[in-house]
């Protein structure tokens, strides 16, 4: 029998594995503008989660939120964590649609540091002795990289803050994974919807080949599960370890940028990326051993 923090682990994994595979799917979509993507993408979520809702009769669960009079902040950080997403998922498919998942994979990189400093600065987490030398080599890696582009990548940087900032505040909110997804993805679908409007004669939905439908199916794999799984991993495990977990995506979306898309690679990438891979390697195998002996 797993606990709740090994099953919060798995979670997590598994998020960050169908972030990273997004890569692949969400070029199909580039006969759409960024933002109309960003937009489809959160009313499939949203539908999702409603869904969800629907069939699990967790409608207790949502009541109970705006209820809770001992944390009246929960709504905010909701709104917070939304706004915050939508930022991040904008950067990160104009990345995409702009060919540049390389410099979009560095700033993810840049997420767990973030992370691991938010962590240990608001939730007091330890760090011990492997997991200091594998943000020391983390540091080393991502300020290689840095260095390398010449002039500071803005795009990836905000991909990696927004992100981590996400995680943050998923962290604080602490509630029903589903009710979290349905709530955020309903905070921005009026302002979803008005872009659709005003961008999209045919609002994106009406007229399209049937495999345009497929594909917004599609987009919950990539958006709503995930997005659901991590929520729940916030609430079971560390924000330190969530940090490390957030490697996963970025190094899948470098492998497939350049073996599937062939962007070109740099030879500072050649250094970069491997030490990041190492330092996760050695933060893995610490997480292992402390699963093994019921530490974690």
């Not at 560095?106 to 608001?122: H, Q």
């Amino acid at each position: 029998m797993l606990t709740k923090q090994q099953n919060g682990l798995i979670c997590c994994i598994t998020a960050q594995t169908l972030w990273g595979l997004g890569v692949v799917f969400w070029p199909l979509l580039n006969y759409l503008p960024p933002i109309t993507v960003l937009c489809l993408r959160l009313f499939c979520s949203l539908l999702f989660a409603g869904l969800l809702i629907l069939y699990t009769k967790q409608f207790n669960n949502i009541k109970a939120i705006f209820k809770d009079t001992k944390n009246k902040s929960i709504i905010r950080n909701i709104f917070f964590a939304a706004t915050i997403l939508a930022v991040n998922w904008g950067c990160y498919l104009y990345a995409l649609h702009t060919k540049q998942a390389i410099e979009a994979s560095l700033g993810y990189y840049i997420t767990p540091i973030i992370s691991i400093l938010l962590g240990r600065i608001f939730f007091n987490d330890i760090l011990n002795r492997y997991q200091v030398i594998a943000i020391i080599l983390v540091l080393i890696g991502v300020t290689s990289g840095i260095i390398s582009y010449g002039h500071i990548p803005y795009l990836g940087l905000a991909i990696g803050t927004t992100f981590a900032l996400y995680g943050f505040f998923s962290k604080l909110i602490n509630a029903n994974a589903i009710s979290v997804l349905f709530l955020e993805t309903l905070i921005l679908s009026p302002f979803c919807l008005g872009w659709i409007i005003y961008t999209e004669p045919q609002y994106a939905i009406f007229g399209y080949h049937y495999s345009h439908y497929i594909l917004l199916v599609g987009t919950i794999f990539f958006t709503g599960i995930p997005l659901m799984l991590f929520s729940y991993a916030t609430t079971t495990i560390s924000l330190t370890t969530i940090g490390f977990m957030l490697y996963i995506a970025p190094s899948i979306n470098f492998i497939f940028a350049v073996f599937y898309h062939g962007e070109p690679i740099k030879a500072s990438d050649y250094i970069t990326f491997p030490i990041v891979w190492i330092a996760l390697a050695i933060y893995s195998l610490d997480m292992f051993y402390k699963i093994k002996t019921k530490k974690v």
